[in-house]
């Protein structure tokens, strides 16, 4: 799709029913994300999110599942060392997984090298990434300042070099991330990065207005559709036509 200029949707799942409805709403990506740590699990981060629960989740996803890639995310310490992601990556590729995806940039190269040469498709995600808030000092706007952006660039470059198919880039300037777009070949999946990524994700319960917080970079699409399919698929509709993130929903 990126080769052919076309923008892709990925919504998170965290269970069967939702699933079911993603994929009649024909959503290209389905992430089982750590968020599930906060919408599910009602916690203030996603750093207590284990891999057997990442694993559970990604087994009822995949049971609604039947078209689209499902990526599910390798949580908190679970590939500190290279013997870990491997283990954890694996446990959740056989509970459905079709990609798994880690945080982090070029000190995590050597670690997707491993993964993807022993078979196991990695997505990358940089930029604000929640596993880190604490070190980051809070939930903040990423690559504001030339060498911050250029460190980001240098990253998702690593990434991609060792083996990366996908990469998430979360709240950036939208300048950043048009510049991720142009200068990587693998589709770059924004949050919160401008309207010129190749694809956008959303949290599920976001953009169906039932979380306890909207993120100002996210949008209730219940508000104007009558069901919760509707909403979903007025979501890949307005990504794939470029709508949505109107620019009320970026960064500068
Ligand atoms: O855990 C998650 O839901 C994510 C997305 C916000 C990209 O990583």
């Known amino acids: 799709m990126k080769v052919n200029g ?38 203030d981060s996603t750093l207590p999110v284990t891999v057997d629960e990442m694993a559970y989740h990604t087994a009822a996803v995949k049971r609604g599942n039947n078209r689209a890639l499902l990526i599910s995310d390798m949580p908190f310490m679970s590939y500190a060392t290279d013997v870990q992601a491997f283990e954890n990556a694996a446990i959740l590729m056989q509970a459905g997984a079709q990609m798994v995806k880690l945080e982090g940039g070029e000190w995590l190269a050597d670690t997707v090298h491993l993964l993807t040469e022993r078979g196991i498709p990695v997505c990358g995600h940089i930029g604000l990434t929640p596993q880190s808030v604490h070190k980051l000092g809070g939930y903040k706007v990423q690559g504001k300042d030339e060498q911050a952006a250029e460190q980001l660039i240098t990253d998702a470059k690593a990434l991609e070099s060792a083996g990366a198919e996908l990469i998430v880039v979360e709240c950036v300037p939208s300048s950043l991330g048009r510049e991720l777009s142009e200068t990587l070949d693998i589709p770059v999946i924004g949050i919160g990065a401008g309207p010129d990524t190749d694809a956008q994700v959303l949290v599920l319960h976001d953009m169906l207005g039932i979380s306890q917080r909207l993120p100002s970079f996210s949008k209730n699409f219940i508000e104007d559709n009558s069901s919760i399919e509707e909403a979903i698929t007025a979501y890949g509709n307005e990504v794939r036509t470029g709508t949505f993130p109107a620019p009320q929903h970026c960064f500068k």
Not at 16 to 36: C, P, R
């Open 6 to 43: 076309e923008k892709f949707a990925v919504i998170t799942a965290y269970d069967f029913t939702f699933s079911t409805l993603i994929e009649n709403a024909a959503i290209e990506v389905v992430l089982v994300g750590d968020s599930l740590g906060n919408v599910i699990q009602g916690r």
